[in-house]
């Protein structure tokens, strides 16, 4: 196992701390956090948790934690309630790449993703976005229901 996990690593050179599954799973089983934004450490070569929201945060405080001008990957678990007024919760896997970043950078996210992706077991919902109109709440409210 260890030698087909480094060789995945290979496949895009970045590996992924600990720390992100464990935060993940603060998120999805005891909903300590709304949100994470993980970014990727290039001298560590391997994808960290950069900021994590307490479960009363809003997705205004979501959205301004994505930088303007640079590559991140976020997880947002979206409350909501259903036409049959069931409370539901959705986990969305966001990979923000704002067009006005650093095409290294976009390279370097876009082709670790799928690796970063499935360590973190129970996501419902992927979206790509390049600017906020396309994670708007709206846009995940649709794809939710």
Not at 91 to 98: E, H, K, L
Not at 111 to 133: C, M, N, V, W
Request: charged share 30%.
């Amino acid at each position: 196992m260890a030698l087909l996990r480094s060789y995945s690593n290979a496949s895009s050179g970045m590996g992924v701390a600990d720390h992100c599954k464990d935060t993940f799973l603060e998120l999805q089983r005891k909903k300590t956090h709304r949100y994470v934004i993980f970014k990727i450490d290039e001298k560590q070569k391997e994808v960290v948790v950069e900021k994590t929201g307490g479960a009363a945060e809003s997705y205004d405080d979501f959205m301004a934690s994505l930088p303007e001008n640079d590559c991140r990957y976020a997880v947002y678990d979206f409350d909501f309630v259903t036409d049959e007024n069931c409370q539901k919760s959705k986990i969305f896997f966001i990979a923000w790449s704002p067009s006005v970043s650093r095409i290294r950078a976009k390279m370097l996210y876009a082709t670790s993703k799928d690796r970063f992706r499935r360590e973190l077991d129970g996501i419902h919902y992927e979206i790509q976005a390049t600017d906020p109109s396309e994670v708007d709440l709206e846009v995940l409210r649709d794809r939710a229901h």
